[in-house]
Structures are given as C-alpha cells and as structure tokens.
C-alpha cells in the first residue's frame, strides 16, 4: 500500500459475535483496510458512526435494540457513509435487503447461516473488493432513494486522499466530445435494450425502470452484479414500482417485448436467436473466465452474436471494467452505447472504462438515462 495514502476505516455491526470475528480476522488481513470497531447492534453503531466518522460500514439488517435497516436510515440522515448491508438470502431477509437499497444502502453480501463462519471466510475476496469500491464513493452523493449529481464546482475539490488514481485515470475524459442528443442516434432499428451495472446499481436500475413506459416495444434484459438469492427480490421490488414488467430470467423462456428480465444471481444470463427471436440461456459455466456471475461481458458477448447493431447497450455504475470487452464486441457489428456519466455515477469504475476506450455513443445522466432509451428506441422503431 501507498504510505501516502490512507487505510479504509471500516466499522463492522453485526450482532453475532462469531461474525464480528470471522468479518474483521478477514478484513484486517489486507493492508489497506482498518478495522476501527465493532458493534453489536443499531443503537451502539450510530454511536461508533458518530464518533469514529468510519469510511465504510457493514451492517446486519436483523439486531436487537435497534435493527439495520433503522440505523441506516439515521445515518443516511446526519452523517451519510457508504453502508454495505450483511443478510440473510430468506425470502424476508432478501425483501429487507430491497429496503435497504431503498435507504441509500450501497450493496449487499450474502450472509451466512447460522456458524458457517469458513463460507464467509471463502467469500474474503469478494468482502474485501465491496469495501474498497464502497470507499470509493462521495459521501455527498448517498441518501435515500437514490444518489445525487455532483455539480461541476465540485468535481474540482480535491480527491480522496486514500484511494490514489493510476496515471492512465489521473486526468477524467472530457465527456463534451460527445454529439448532442438532438443529433445523436442509433443508425439501426433497435430490437433490444442491455444494461449492465453493479455497486449501487439497485437504485440506479430504479431510477431507470420507472422512466419505461408499459408499453415498451422491445425486451429490456439486466446483469446486475449480486450475490445469489438476491436478484428475485430485486425482480420483484421493481415489478412493484414500475410501469414494465420486471421479473428475474428463466432459463428458456422467450424473451418479449414490454418486460425488464434481471439476471440470476450466481449464473450467466445469455441471449440466443431462435427463429426470429430471442431466447434466453441461463447457465452456470461461463464460456470465458470471471468473476462475476452475471457478467455483463458474457450478456453482451452473447448479443454481439445475436442482435448484433439491433442492440441498444447501457453501462452504468460499478467498479472495475465488466463490460468492457463485451462492448468492443458489440460496437464491432454496430451496437449503440450509453455510457453513465461520471457526474451521477455512484461508482465510475464500468462507465470509465466505456468512455475512455471511446465506445460509448452518448454520455448521460442517470435521471436523463431512462428518457434517452426511450428516445432511442422510439427514433429507431420504423425503420
């Protein structure tokens, strides 16, 4: 780790003792996370927050005294940190989880049952990578229902001292380069929407979903980064909220027009053609190597394949760079690209890597991204 750079200050809530443990044995073992404190319950974690101002917290949603999903909203309301929630994958557990994204909550890790502390301890890669791109996130961006633009003015402070940009990323892309809307459009029918994202995606998705009309003339499909058991949940708080229908992707079925499909958690959602339509292929086995399952590589690698210049492929919030390669891919036969701006991005690791290697078409705000599809794929539907 860079001496000039500070370590990520985590405070871990959880009100079993055995997990406190497992969480900080695994945490404390990379040099650039510090485990400042635990605590037991909601109650003494808004005390910790307020005193010891953490980086990152990992919060239970089930404790006594007072519960996840209440400390969250409280410290969402006075001192907003990035909080990455721990549950259950139960049916009610997943269902609180939703609210918790609801709360301003930045990402979720599947808990363990029970004393099954070697199963969190296998998940230590994955823990360790969700602390350090909840680190990266502006605090001032977090709140309930969803994250806020930074103004230009304050794109121009200075950077989180702890997390040091590589030379390539050291000056931003300018996002100007881009033609206007009114004049930038698909050149080819659009037969398909593709959206891949990741931390903070939940609310992102959110944000929009609820911008498509129920008459939406073409399928929507998503890969959103999760651990399993969660993308039903998602699935169903969105149906619940929006004018499409949403539902999580069943292997087989045909994909139609109207409907947001999400990706299975733990699986790779792909699209084949099938007699002048599209199929959805929901497998476990990657044909190439990641770590993620869903990857939006392999969605969008799929439609290179199928949809080819008919596919519309947006890329938002998240770290890292899934995506990237699917997209060279895509672009190669014509696709168009949405990349989410950097000003409205929770995390601008995805859509970074788009725009640097000049594949995106349009650069857009998450409140215009909904808006813009629509456009789109209303301009392009006689053709």
Known sequence: MNRLHKPIRLLIVDDSSFI?????????????????????????????????????????????????????????RWQPTPVIILSSVTTDGAKMTMKAFDLGAVDVIAKPSGKEGDVLANLSDEIILKVKSAARIDPARLGRHGFKAIPDTEKQKTPNPRLPLSPKHSEPQPEARLISRTTNSPEHRIDIVAIGTSTGGPSALQTVLTQLPKNFSVPVIVSQHMPPGFT???????????????????????????TVYIGQAGKQFQVIGNNGNYTAKVTTESPIATLYKPSVDVMFMSLAKTSGAGTLAVVMTGMGNDGLQGMKELKAKGAYAIAESEKSCIVYG????????????RIELLQDIGSTITACVKRRSNM
């Not at 995805?350 to 078409?361: F, G, H, Q, S, W």
């Open 350 to 361: 995805m859509p970074r890597a788009i725009v640097e290697a000049k594949l995106a078409d």
């Open 20 to 76: 406190r443990m497992t969480l900080k044995k695994v945490l404390s073992r990379d040099p650039e996370i510090q485990v400042l404190d635990t605590a037991q319950d909601g109650l003494e974690a808004l005390m910790k927050v307020r005193t010891l101002k953490p980086d990152v917290v990992t919060m239970d949603v089930e404790m006594p005294v007072k519960n996840g999903l209440e400390a969250l909203e409280e410290i969402m």
């Open 232 to 258: 039903a949940s998602l699935a169903a708080r969105l149906n619940s909220i929006c004018e499409i229908t949403v539902k999580e992707v069943e292997d087989g079925e045909v994909l139609r027009a109207g």
